[in-house]
């Protein structure tokens, strides 16, 4: 089962900044949360990934509060190509620690 | 670089029937995925290779799928025969190492088992 929690669904406009949450209460101190994302009919698409600093590439920022227990994947300014259902994955650091999926956040950026 | 190469895009076969899905990675990448997404659900992971060697198939259903990466590069994943509860899209992932971050997927296969 997936250890993450994230709503269903989210709305953004167009050129705002997207703020995914997630929820990881669980989550050991061995283990990274890992975000994918899945445009209709594409495979998944790594985003970004931490331990516990916050981290930044040219896709996305993710905020990882101080107790690990959430996090937030902010994309600065979304665009009508960011639509898709977002992952938050929990996974640990051994050779066969999975990518578990849930169901995702569905995201639809607004024109 | 070329991506993650799968055939066929489409399949449909009645149940029953036996089907093969194709998957080449990214060229020097030693771990292969294969992923079962059932429509309106997260991606689950049926087997992974390192080279040519299974790491985890625990959730490979190995009364009727099977699967094999010969000389450690293309893979085929294999089902036969078929039912109904099959049909999905299969995807395929490639990566650097088994605990490499990033996993490379390909566009999937879809299946449907009439």
């Known amino acids: 089962d997936a250890k993450t929690t994230q709503p269903p669904s989210m709305d953004c406009a167009e050129g705002r900044a997207a703020n995914l949450p997630c929820n990881h209460s669980t989550i050991s101190g061995n283990e990274y949360v890992y975000w994918y994302r899945q445009i209709h009919s594409q495979g998944p698409q790594y985003i970004i990934h931490g331990l516990k600093n916050n981290e930044t590439n040219e896709m996305a920022s993710l905020i990882i509060t101080e107790d690990r227990k959430s996090s937030t994947l902010i994309l600065p300014h979304a665009t009508l190509r960011d639509t898709a259902v977002y992952y938050c994955i929990v996974r640990g650091t051994g050779a066969t620690n999975k990518l578990i999926f849930g169901t995702g956040t569905l995201l639809a950026v607004q024109p | 670089e070329a991506g993650v190469a799968q055939s066929p895009r489409y399949k449909i076969i009645e149940k029953r029937q036996s089907v093969a899905f194709w998957c080449n990675p990214i060229?020097?990448?030693?771990?292969l995925y294969w992923y079962q997404q059932i429509l309106g659900q997260g991606p689950k992971l049926l087997i992974q290779f390192q080279n040519n060697g299974v790491v985890d198939d625990s959730q490979l259903p190995k009364d009727r799928f099977s699967a094999e990466r010969l000389k450690g590069v293309d893979s085929t994943l294999k089902i036969q025969p078929a039912k109904l509860e099959d049909s999905a899209v299969y995807l395929c992932?490639?990566?650097?190492?088994?605990?490499?971050?990033?996993?490379?997927f390909g566009p999937g296969t879809r299946l449907t088992v009439t």
């Open positions: 060229s020097g990448h030693a771990t």
């Open positions: 992932a490639s990566s650097k190492g088994q605990v490499t971050y990033e996993q490379y």
